[in-house]
């Protein structure tokens, strides 16, 4: 025999009686209607703050059954097809039995997905340093110096025209890498230099000269100018930018023409 017996005090009412019953049921036994009207003649008068805390006590499974006689019954739905022809209706509910093995511990393992990381991006790596870079990865500079060789040497004892040709795109890609790798190490160490001269500037009080981008593009053409001159590469350079000035006036040309 179940035995439920709840006191409580209500605030509502004017002479703060008590307000005390007992719920009795059989575990085999249904409540039958006039018990249940009982009950609701009882728990009437209560107030709506002393019926929570009954329903929090008792449960709510329990409240349900005892006071409104409400049973929830589970309703099966019958999933079977109405015609062969027809597809098979399932519900959205169930999962899937892959899934299901996936995410149950007991009988599979979770899988552990090994991300790609990219250390360009990924904070963990630290700050890029192209200073620190450089000097770590200076071996590449050797090894393709090193590769020119072999090309070079390839190059004499090959007879096949092809293979020729491909050693020699090869050695251009390799001389143009080394040239571009040459004239940025040039432009730090100046640029490093100067900035030298600005710092020693300021610590003796003196005020720095700091150069406009006009008077640093015309020292950088004065300086390749020299460079050329000392190479005999000058005409050659003179003939290959004026052919470059003319095709372009040309191309101008056509397409005022067009337009016109």
Avoid: W
Avoid at 74 to 82: E, G, L, P
Avoid at 90 to 101: A, E, F, G
Avoid at 190 to 205: D, H, N, T
């Amino acid at each position: 025999m179940l035995i439920y017996n709840n006191k409580m005090n209500s605030s509502s009412t004017s002479d703060g009686s008590d307000h005390e019953f007992a719920l009795n049921r059989d575990q085999d036994e249904e409540i039958t209607e006039e018990v249940r009207r009982n009950i609701r003649s009882k728990i009437s008068t209560l107030s709506f703050e002393d019926l929570l805390k009954m329903k929090e006590e008792m449960g709510a499974k329990l409240y349900n059954e005892t006071v409104l006689g409400v049973k929830k019954k589970k309703i099966k739905t019958d999933y079977k097809r109405a015609n062969k022809n027809r597809p098979r209706e399932l519900s959205s509910k169930i999962r899937p039995k892959q899934l299901n093995r996936v995410l149950n511990q007991s009988s599979a393992p979770m899988i552990e997905q090994n991300k790609p990381r990219d250390p360009r991006f990924d904070p963990l790596c630290g700050q890029f340093d192209a200073r620190t870079f450089k000097s770590d990865y200076k071996f590449v500079h050797d090894i393709r110096l090193e590769e020119k060789k072999q090309l070079e040497k390839e190059l004499k004892s090959c007879t096949d025209p092809s293979r020729q040709q491909i050693i020699k795109k090869l050695i251009q890609r390799i001389n143009n890498q080394v040239r571009e790798q040459d004239k940025k190490d040039k432009e730090e160490r100046k640029e490093y230099q100067e900035k030298k001269e600005v710092k020693e500037k300021l610590k003796k009080g003196e005020k720095p000269v700091y150069k406009k981008k006009s008077v640093k593009k015309l020292e950088n053409l004065i300086e390749k100018y020299n460079e050329l001159k000392k190479s005999n590469k000058l005409q050659k350079h003179i003939e290959k930018r004026s052919k470059k000035l003319s095709i372009k006036e040309k191309r101008k040309m056509k397409s005022h023409d067009v337009h016109n």
